[in-house]
């Protein structure tokens, strides 16, 4: 690297002793990067380690993420060229580095930049890049196994089943490999799916990308609960990235059939079309009905404060049945009304313009980690009651498995060869 | 208001001395607006002055714009009402307040709330919220005088003339009013937008919108310059709103032939698609020949640093011409090739997902304000000769005339009528 990245390569004297051991060590404690400072311009994520980053990683401010599809001509070591090249280049670009050494700049005048380097000044803004593969990357719709890989598959992993409510449009939809990026600043985040998406040319192409321009959720108690965009609060029972036992229940798929998904996850996506302006004609006591929490403080209609657990055997005179009532948002979607199944959430609000009724465009793109897909189906189909579906459509959704982390000298989804 | 909206009611008691000089003193001077720190939640710029908000305030880093048209049924009295509507709520959700007094849980369960409350716990993060008029409030398409207004339409608001490689899309361009929101956290000027756009419920609708995730313009020497999504810095030569003489010169239309112009300016919109892919393909030496800087520094290539100014007659030896190319960006765009002509830009990149090859839907929401339309223009008329075309799309454009500040008790355009 030469002179003129001095302020990316400045980022490199900033990245202490977490960032350093992560580096080199190969494992760091998943559950040390779930209550990182989350809004610091300089902080590092380690990239490599017992589980991949951004899954417990306190929630970044933006997100930038992608769905690909292998090329028809890619084969086996073209997948395992691109996974090996794009490990290589996320493990530089969450240390806030160029993707490659000579960067953007440093290559010389007469070849493309390596680095398209719209990041040349800005640090690593705790960037994490979360690889996942799809059912398809393992057997195509025509049932080819492209890569012979397909008895790497994880049993569980298959296209989710049709739900109510669905509306889902393959443009929003499906991919055989995905990659989730965070960041505090927009642009690192989008940097790196551009270079990691320039890196795939010619093996894989991106099927669609999604920009989440504020976090919707938080995984570490340092954190405010942030608002949904029909204004209530969202994640106030999400699961911590330091509650190690609800982790391991259910987060982690260490009893997976694949030894590769060992701390590894499940990572399901779906595109929520949210009807802003019926909603915001909803009154008051309606919308908290159908949440079943109080707007302000975000309390379960139970009573208590925002962290008070629902009571949902409470009687409301003036509801004339329970407080929390039967079709709300919050009973449903509740672990103790499915199975005790919890999801670590991650969801980021999207706004798109709007249509040709000028209405919004915008609504909730949901990213949740579960152990096993059958949390987020057994919560989806408790939600076909759910009085919140005449505000929302689900328009898009994609399934992916998300592998281990990534040891030191090792590439992402090296277990599937 | 009442309890649960704790913090925004906080953010009240961190106004400090100029936010309550704005507001009580009608008067604020522009330019003590451009340099606050740019980056702070609890920031509030004030909303009354000599001059609208947003314009000379150091950029913040997020946009929502929306254009609006009025709708078909309303008249002079429903633009006069929406004005004012739309003026006491700009002046308290930039204090950081909800829309109104019962906000978004205050007003009772019986009605739907009058904020939308997803910035319940925010701050007021620097929210500018800056109106504008487009030439068809005053005349629409077929001639007709809608409001009565049409003797106040200033000579110089009309279309923008065709450009070469103009390829406008309806969907993106035009607009009778607009509405400029930028603030420090996204979803703050998300919610301002929205806001608006509901307060103007049956007298006026929305056109289109644009979300900028992060700037490429500043307007403050306190801030870094940010790169644009070539990898270059964009803004270097812009406007600093300390620049007394230069906003006197370049942005304030006082010498117009309409009063309520005074303290105003020209806003213009252009959306500008870049076409990444190719643009990533092009070797470094040919990128910053087309730019006429270099990629690392910023600094023009006849040499020096970044705030080097550009020397267009040194001669290079290697490139056997101009050291600055003829047809290079910065020559053609440069004040001394276009009547001494500078504008004052605000531009935000934007990505909007990707089309059908995968290729993303990204580039540069280009806004600009100046005296006069005619300093677009005529830079506009000098790039047809710009290399960049090559690489770029205009792809959305529309121009609004910016009234001058809002005293005390007043409303934004009360000077129409």
Redesign the interface.
Known sequence: M????LSRRSALGLIGAAGAAGVAGGFTAGAARGDDAPSTTDLVVPFRGKHQAGITTAVQQ?L?FASFDMTSTAGREELKSLLADWTAAAARMTRGQDVTDEG??G???????D???????LQANALTITFGFGPTLFEDADGRDRFGIADRRPKELVELPSFAFDLLED?FSGGDLCIQACAN???VA?HAI?NL??IAFGRA???????G??RTSTTSKAQ?????????KDGTANIFGSDGSDLATSVWADDSDQPWLDGGTFLVARKIQML??SW??????E??AIIGR????GAPLSGGTEFTEPKFDVFSTKAGGPAIPMDSHVRLAHPDHNGGARMLRRGY?F????NDL???N?GLFFLAFVRSPQQFIDVQRSLAKDTLNEYIRHIGSAIFAVPGGIRAGDSVGSGLF
Chains 1, 2 share one sequence.
């Open positions: 030469t002179g003129p990245r933006h930038y953007a700049v290559g010389g005048p007469y070849k493309p930049p680095d398209t380097g719209e990041a040349l000044d443009r600043d927009p642009q989008v551009r998406s320039r192409q991106v099927r669609w990308t999604q920009l321009y504020g405010a609960t942030p608002r949904n965009l029909f204004g209530f802003i302006e915001d004609r909803v009154r008051l006591e919308q908290e109080d707007k302000g403080e609000n706004v798109e313009g709007n000028g209405q919004l915008a």
